[in-house]
């Protein structure tokens, strides 16, 4: 949506403070720990914009709760796999050699969306290791959920998204559907049947820059919309508006648990 059409779209603008009272209808509250996706078009005109969108919900969760965000930057991976869009097979080996290691501070997000960019950049917000997929966390439990993040199987039992899931998170979707729900990704790990496969990104390792080899599995993201139609028809999800944005609050160990099943029972009919 244009700048132009947010405008007209809607009869007062959205703010940091109208955001955070949608937020708390919805019913986010101080403490909580959430993951959150978002699409800032879909809010309408926000004074303030993707600033205000981050500082509301750091004003409802409070520094007693956690706030997350998915910050992956795909672009860090082997060119050979690259296709939106591909690259000559004659430009590789260049690339190879001279795409900057992750770092954690600079390194910029890709195709995640103004939110998540701004966010990464607030004080007191942590990032993962992981060159591809990595997670940012401010509030309470922000170390425990950042640190350790393997980069072999980069949403598993060593991720951020396993932490989330000890600490009993919800998940939060604002004006995006479950084709965006990261934690579905924990799901593809505990489901057994999963391929492997390799992935490569440049890293720091003492002190010297690194092609890295990662074994992870096959991950397969169109699914998750049908996932969460058969979750909602089986656990209870809070629905509403945060400014324009369609907004949905669940509990992530309960998504998780629902979408292992539900993959589990996919794969085995699949192999049959």
Not at 84 to 91: D, G, T
Not at 94 to 104: K, S
Not at 255 to 264: I, K, P, S
Request: a negative charge; proline letters at 6%.
């Amino acid at each position: 949506m244009s700048e132009l059409k947010a405008v007209e779209s809607i009869e007062s603008p959205r703010t940091r403070e109208s955001l955070a009272d949608d937020l708390r209808k919805l019913g986010l509250r101080a403490g909580m720990t959430v993951i959150t996706h978002t699409s800032m078009s879909q809010f309408g005109w926000v004074c303030g914009g993707p600033v205000a969108v981050v500082q509301a919900l750091m004003d409802v969760l409070t520094e007693e709760g956690t706030l997350v965000m998915p910050t992956q930057s795909a672009d860090l991976s082997d060119p050979s796999l690259w296709g939106n869009p591909p690259v000559p097979e004659s430009w590789w080996e260049t690339i190879r050699a001279a795409m900057p290691a992750y770092d954690p501070v600079v390194t910029p997000t890709r195709s995640m969306g103004r939110v998540v960019e701004a966010f990464r950049t607030f004080p007191g917000v942590l990032r993962s290791r992981h060159p591809q997929v990595s997670f940012a966390a401010w509030g309470k439990h922000r170390e425990q959920i950042i640190a350790g993040h393997s980069l072999d199987f980069a949403f598993g039992e060593q991720s951020p998204l396993a932490r989330m899931y000890e600490l009993d998170a919800h998940v939060l979707l604002l004006g995006v559907g479950y084709g965006n729900a990261t934690c579905l990704h924990l799901s593809e790990l505990r489901a057994p049947g999963a391929e492997l496969q390799t992935q490569y990104a440049p890293v720091m390792e003492d002190g010297a820059r690194v092609w890295k080899a990662m074994t992870d599995i096959h991950r397969d993201s169109d699914l998750f919309p049908e996932i969460g139609t058969a979750f909602e028809k089986n656990e209870p999800v809070r629905t509403g508006r945060v400014g324009s944005a369609e907004a949905r609050l669940f509990s992530l160990v309960k998504c998780v648990d629902f979408g292992t099943e539900w993959l589990t029972a996919y794969r085995a009919q699949q192999s049959k």
